[in-house]
């Protein structure tokens, strides 16, 4: 059997790369704009480290990751998420010593071992955004307005914000209890995915798709009706501010995040355009994060969104725009025993930056024109002839059909 591409991967191929490049470069864009900077880390870490931000209880950690031991013994997972490894980093070369607020973002390729379905991936990719370092409600609106503006800036139409809010750790183990009440006498009719995350991660309840259990969770008493003073503050502030720079929300306040180390503000970006896995982005604030990592308490608010899913919901709105594949000169060989000297015209003008094509099978003048217009070449450079013995060539261009006669060596001095 021929060797196919894993199960839940597969080849970006040229004719999609131009795609992620156009993504890539308003995601480049956009972050420059607000001023974070790039940073890019190993796609391997110390599986412990996912095992402390992410949690054993969680999917991810519990089924999710490609973990394996290296030849030193050590067990090693290929990054699942970003935000670790972003937090590692900081930690690592202690940049929150160097300056107080680190604004950073990062394109990287992810790897979970998930059941592969539309717009899900075993490697996917995603794009996102961490600031390190303040509690400001400021920094929660930024994060959301960054990715909101680059769906807007794609084109997209068929997207909306949900936002909730998570509040501190010791109103949200309040809640817990109160939680763990109202399910007490119902135990019994909840699925089993759900009786096991009574004890490890009670709030997924909220993200079941289990038709008894959302009949159950409907009447559940929410957490955004049992928040502290502090965190109902700090969520009026992000609506506020949501509101005050034109951004359309919706407080969801069955949005939850199954990871411990979240606080305060959650979103997620969702689209309409993609199916069953309708969200494009998600994220929030975690300021107890970098010290379950790393001892130092430094707060941080970030999102991570999906390229694959985003891409997707692109293609079925219709929004990309059309990339034209030109190439600016091909240069043409008349005579056979010229290929040498045609070569080195390529050559020479492809070190000035221009792209340049030519013929490497002795192919006919006739089929090196059809070439020539296959790859969209804007000028064909004509080499041979009794032209080529007066050390010229003949220029056309391909748009207006006109010819001219030039000197080769002037031509490659321009």
Request: charged residues 30%.
């Amino acid at each position: 059997v021929m060797n196919k591409a894993i199960a839940g991967t597969r080849d970006i191929l040229p004719e999609d790369i131009q795609k992620w490049t156009y993504l890539e470069n308003l995601v480049h864009t956009t972050m420059n704009n607000f001023n974070y900077k790039e940073i890019r880390t190993p796609i391997f870490e110390e599986t412990r480290l996912f095992k402390r931000s992410i949690g054993e209880a969680t999917d991810i950690v519990s089924k999710e990751m490609y973990t394996f031991i290296d030849r030193s013994e050590t067990s090693i997972t290929l990054k699942p998420e970003m935000t670790a490894s972003v937090v590692r980093a900081l930690l690592e070369h202690s940049l929150d010593k160097q300056q107080q607020l680190n604004k950073l973002y990062y394109i990287a390729p992810m790897f979970r071992q998930e059941r592969p379905q539309a717009g899900r991936f075993r490697q996917f990719h995603q794009f996102g955004a961490e600031v390190l370092g303040s509690t400001s409600p400021l920094l929660d609106t930024e994060i959301i307005i960054i990715a909101y503006r680059i769906f807007q800036n794609l084109g997209l139409k068929n997207f909306s914000l949900k936002i909730n809010s998570l509040g501190i750790p010791a109103s949200r183990d309040k809640y817990k209890n109160l939680l763990r009440d109202y399910l007490s006498d119902k135990i019994e009719t909840l699925s089993d995915d759900s009786k096991q995350r009574l004890d490890t991660n009670i709030l997924r309840l909220f993200d079941s798709k289990d038709e008894r259990d959302k009949a159950i969770m409907e009447q559940a008493p929410l957490l955004l009706d049992h928040l502290d003073e502090e965190s109902k503050e700090h969520f009026e502030s992000v609506k506020e501010i949501l509101d005050g720079a034109d951004i359309p929300y919706e407080v969801d306040p069955k949005l939850v995040r199954g990871l411990d180390y979240y606080t305060h503000t959650t979103f997620e970006i969702v689209s309409g355009s993609v199916g069953a896995q309708s969200a494009l982005c998600g994220g929030g604030r975690y300021d107890l994060l970098v010290k379950e990592i790393g001892e130092r308490d430094v707060p941080g608010v970030g999102f991570a969104a999906g390229i694959e899913r985003i891409l997707l919901a692109c293609e079925n709105e219709g929004v990309l725009p059309k990339i034209e594949n030109k190439i600016d000169y091909y240069v043409v060989r008349l005579n056979k025993e010229l290929s040498n000297e045609v070569f080195e015209i390529a050559s020479n003008l492809r070190s000035k930056n221009q792209s340049v094509e030519i013929d490497y099978s002795l192919r006919s003048v006739k089929a090196q024109m059809r070439e020539a217009n296959r790859l969209g070449a804007v000028k064909v450079l004509m080499v041979g002839g009794e032209e080529f013995e007066r050390g010229k060539a003949a220029l056309k261009d391909m748009c207006t059909g006109e010819q001219a006669e030039v000197e080769i060596s002037e031509f490659m001095k321009k």
